[in-house]
């Protein structure tokens, strides 16, 4: 796999309400329930704010 991101990491993951669509953002943060990702606005994404995703969702950790 890709690894599992940490925080500051640009996480790639699967949209909660649309798993059909991935995603890329900056991991604010991990807890037990996911991963908290930034609000800013980034690739692939209006504005919309994910909230906690679930650590299933997670594809793993975009390498630069």
Not at 24 to 52: L, N, T
Request: hydrophobic residues 40%.
């Amino acid at each position: 796999g890709m690894g599992t991101p940490r925080t500051g990491d640009f996480a790639v993951f699967r949209n909660p309400q649309d798993p059909g669509r991935v995603f890329i953002k900056r991991v604010a943060g991990v807890d037990h329930e996911g991963f908290r990702m930034e609000s800013a606005v980034s690739w692939g994404s209006s504005s919309s704010d994910f909230g906690v995703v679930p650590r299933a969702l997670i594809l793993g950790k975009l390498v630069l």
